[in-house]
């Protein structure tokens, strides 16, 4: 049974640094990552989507990488904002399989 | 093109009473997921549904949930004689097709549902 853990379940960090999101997978056999943003109140937002294939993709200040055989992904922002504050899910989909098994999440706060 | 709509956004009811949810998916798309998020936990599938059809409902429970996705009109999801542990927002996806590189699923605004 696929297990998503994300850690740390919160992080607090100033303006302008760098920082990584973490996001680990007990089954190595996902079909496709996804990383999202929810905010307090509101819906989902896809930020990045790695296939099994890739190794990483890009979108602005953030970048995911996969490691299927570790069942690892990071998230990377750059130049971190207080608009980047915010809950981080990532999500597995599973090969052959519609469900996406979600992390519980990343609280991340960015002081101004 | 619109994105996925839910309403409501927010919902109260009381024990005992029934919570229906609606979901109208993106223009074209024909499958639909609903997903449960308890506080502080990430979400859990609960349910797949291609028009007038169920594909898979093994995440919902047995009892008191239902849920349905006619030729016509959103997808309801319908939650009888609420219990307090139902309070939960509640997130419906879409997507063009299921299966392949190109089907990502859309994420509505979700429905907050409160028992008191």
């Known amino acids: 049974k696929q297990e998503v853990t994300q850690i740390p379940a919160a992080l607090s960090v100033p303006e302008g640094e760098n920082l990584v999101l973490n996001c680990s997978f007990t089954d190595s056999a996902i079909y496709n990552l996804q990383w999202f943003r929810q905010d307090p109140g509101k819906g989902l937002t896809s930020l990045l989507l790695?296939?099994?294939s890739q190794r990483e993709q890009t979108s602005g200040r953030l970048n995911a990488s996969l490691d299927k055989s570790s069942g690892r992904s990071t998230l990377y922002i750059a130049a971190s904002q207080p608009g980047d504050s915010a809950t981080y899910l990532c999500a597995v989909r599973m090969d052959s399989n519609y469900q996406l098994i979600w992390g519980a999440g990343t609280k991340l706060i960015i002081k101004p | 093109n619109a994105g996925v709509m839910q309403n409501p956004r927010h919902l109260v009811r009381r024990r005992g009473q029934e919570a229906r949810l609606r979901c109208s998916p993106m223009?074209?798309?024909?499958?639909v997921y609903w997903y449960r998020q308890l506080p502080e936990e990430g979400l859990k599938f609960m349910v797949y549904?291609?028009?007038?059809?169920?594909?898979?409902e093994s995440g919902m429970p047995k009892e008191r949930f239902s849920a349905e996705f006619p030729k016509e009109g959103p997808s309801i999801l319908r939650i009888q004689q609420v219990v307090r542990g139902d309070s939960a927002a509640y997130f419906c996806?879409?997507?063009?097709?299921?299966?392949?590189?190109?089907?990502?699923?859309?994420f509505g605004p979700g429905t907050r549902l409160t028992v008191l």
């Open positions: 549904l291609q028009k007038e059809n169920i594909i898979d």
């Open positions: 996806a879409s997507s063009q097709v299921a299966g392949g590189p190109t089907d990502t699923q859309y």
């Open positions: 790695i296939q099994s």
């Open positions: 223009k074209g798309h024909s499958h």
